[in-house]
Nanobody, 130 residues
């Protein structure tokens, strides 16, 4: 089982940008989704953004709307999270997930399902400071 590999995490100041990348196993393009999650110190893992690889439809956690953009490079399937304006509360370890859309949509709609998921990579650390 090939797990996702995230990269791009760094220490940045409030207001600064950062772009995360994720390489994950490919699924049939007609039926897979990819998503970013994050876990702040002492908090539960939460969904941040999700994208349907078949049509590009995306959704965002309310607190990141207008600041983050999720995208997939169609040439190689790499997932990105462009974070244009970072706030202190964006600090955490960021994980990506690539799977059929049903399990990811289930986690998106029901945060209690997130701890049940097992196909996580090692994550990439984002530290925002003032």
């Amino acid at each position: 089982q090939v797990l996702p590999v995230e990269s791009g995490g760094d220490s940045v100041q409030v207001g600064g940008p950062l772009r995360l990348s994720c390489v994950a196993s490919a699924y049939p393009a007609s039926s897979y989704c990819m998503a970013w999650f994050r876990q702040a110190p002492g908090k539960e893992r939460e969904a941040v953004a999700i994208i349907d690889a078949s049509d590009g439809r995306d959704e965002y956690k309310d607190s990141v709307k207008g600041r983050f953009t999720i995208s997939i490079d169609d040439t190689d399937g790499t997932l990105y999270l462009q974070m244009d304006i970072l706030n202190l509360e964006d600090t955490g370890v960021y994980y990506c997930a690539a799977d059929y859309c049903d399990p990811l949509a289930r986690m998106w709609g029901r945060p209690a399902a997130i701890p049940e998921y097992r196909r996580w990579g090692q994550g990439t650390q984002v530290a925002v400071s003032s």
